[in-house]
T-cell receptor, first 112, second 116 residues
Framework: NAGVTQTPKFQVLKTGQSMTLQCAQDMNHEYMSWYRQDPGMGLRLIHYSVGAGITDQGEVPNGYNVSRSTTEDFPLRLLSAAPSQTSVYFC???????????FGPGTRLLVL | AQSVTQLDSHVSVSEGTPVLLRCNYSSSYSPSLFWYVQHPNKGLQLLLKYTSAATLVKGINGFEAEFKKSETSFHLTKPSAHMSDAAEYFCVVWGMIKAAGNKLTFGGGTRVLVKP
């Protein structure tokens, strides 16, 4: 039982490049979400999903896309990276938003 | 609207002394409230959660929190700090209001420093 896994752990991008941050969970959780963490700002919700085929925007969705084709996977796509997207990204999953969230180890992204 | 305010961005305590981390929330309905801890370069881990049962909630590692509806607060305490408690702590709220949808709201975090 791996819990929530994220890849890569660290990534450096140039402005304008695109990439996908991977997130997978093996707990059969319906609810999955992506957050970014910036100093002094806590975690801010980017996108979330309440089940396969269903996604919605969070607080800071601009510049990011998501899809949820399976229960297990919830990738986050950066369409055209900008320095403002330099951050640590966390994926989380749970049975529902009012239940315990299980967080992945994070992906540290640097955009030059 | 739904919001969470952690009143201290940094707290410094001596080992063996009490820890108090303050959290106030606003939510139109009875919320679910959580405290999460994040150790350096790690993901977040649940400390405890309140879901409308007992107002005093006990969590892992000796932490507890008290839900006070009249004060809209959910402060986290520990009687005696340990060096391993040095971390960042997040107060989180989920409330059944349409505007918030199925979203959690995080406080800005409190970084705890424990001095020997």
């Amino acid at each position: 039982n791996a819990g929530v896994t994220q890849t890569p752990k660290f990534q450096v991008l140039k402005t304008g490049q695109s990439m996908t941050l991977q997130c997978a969970q093996d707990m059969n959780h319906e609810y999955m979400s992506w957050y970014r963490q910036d100093p002094g700002m806590g975690l801010r919700l980017i996108h979330y999903s309440v089940g396969a085929g269903i996604t919605d925007q969070g607080e800071v969705p601009n510049g990011y896309n998501v899809s949820r084709s399976t229960t297990e996977d919830f990738p986050l796509r950066l369409l055209s990276a900008a320095p403002s997207q330099t951050s640590v990204y966390f994926c989380a999953s749970s049975q529902s938003p009012q239940e315990t969230q299980y967080f992945g180890p994070g992906t540290r992204l640097l955009v030059l | 609207a739904q919001s969470v305010t952690q009143l201290d961005s940094h707290v410094s305590v001596s080992e063996g002394t009490p820890v108090l981390l303050r959290c106030n929330y606003s939510s139109s309905y009875s919320p679910s409230l959580f405290w999460y801890v994040q150790h350096p370069n790690k993901g977040l881990q649940l400390l405890l959660k309140y879901t409308s049962a007992a107002t005093l909630v006990k969590g892992i590692n000796g932490f507890e929190a008290e839900f006070k509806k009249s004060e809209t607060s959910f402060h986290l305490t520990k009687p005696s700090a340990h060096m391993s408690d040095a971390a960042e702590y997040f107060c989180v709220v989920w409330g059944m209001i349409k505007a918030a949808g199925n979203k959690l709201t995080f406080g800005g975090g409190t970084r705890v420093l424990v001095k020997p």
